[in-house]
């Protein structure tokens, strides 16, 4: 009865059609990108990969087009309010780092920084616990 329940779960789970970010709370950091209209950036997702596999990072980057490094899927109604909520600079590209807390850690303008959102989250403390934790 057990391994049919676990069964169940698991393909609710993996059937859900859309994510949230109070779904990620806990398990992922975030950082969304928000590009300035007209804007489509490049990402070269594969140098940084292993340091956002480390910090538990998914990106999104919600403008004309999204990128993300996530397999889960987002409602696009749901990106939209997101970039209403966070991206306050109309025409201006913007960033946001969100924390395992669901709390907005960094807001900051421009493309991101990713050396500065590492070292970012390196320094807290969640994260020194993380780093101690597999040595």
Same mark, same amino acid.
């Given at each position: 009865?057990?391994? =049919?329940?676990?069964?169940?779960?698991?393909?609710?789970?993996?059937?859900?059609?859309?994510?949230?970010?109070?779904?990620?709370?806990?398990?992922?950091?975030?950082?969304?990108?928000?590009?300035?209209?007209?804007? !489509?950036?490049?990402?070269?997702?594969?140098?940084?990969?292993?340091?956002?596999?480390?910090?538990?990072?998914?990106?999104?980057?919600?403008?004309?087009?999204?990128?993300? !490094?996530?397999?889960?899927?987002?409602?696009? !109604?749901?990106?939209?309010?997101?970039?209403?909520?966070?991206?306050?600079?109309?025409?201006?590209? !913007?960033?946001?780092?969100?924390?395992?807390?669901?709390?907005?850690? =960094?807001?900051?303008?421009?493309?991101?920084?990713?050396?500065?959102?590492?070292?970012?989250?390196?320094?807290?403390?969640?994260?020194?616990?993380?780093?101690?934790?597999?040595?």
């Amino acid at each position: 009865m057990i391994w =049919l329940t676990l069964v169940l779960m698991f393909f609710t789970l993996e059937g859900k059609e859309t994510v949230t970010l109070e779904e990620l709370r806990w398990k992922n950091r975030i950082v969304l990108f928000f590009p300035a209209e007209n804007q !489509n950036p490049k990402f070269a997702i594969k140098p940084i990969e292993k340091g956002m596999n480390e910090r538990k990072i998914i990106f999104l980057s919600i403008g004309e087009q999204f990128i993300t !490094n996530s397999k889960a899927s987002f409602d696009q !109604n749901y990106l939209k309010g997101l970039q209403e909520k966070y991206s306050p600079a109309k025409g201006k590209s !913007n960033w946001v780092l969100i924390g395992l807390d669901g709390g907005v850690k =960094l807001q900051v303008e421009g493309k991101p920084d990713w050396d500065y959102i590492f070292k970012t989250i390196d320094s807290m403390p969640m994260r020194q616990s993380e780093i101690r934790k597999s040595l």
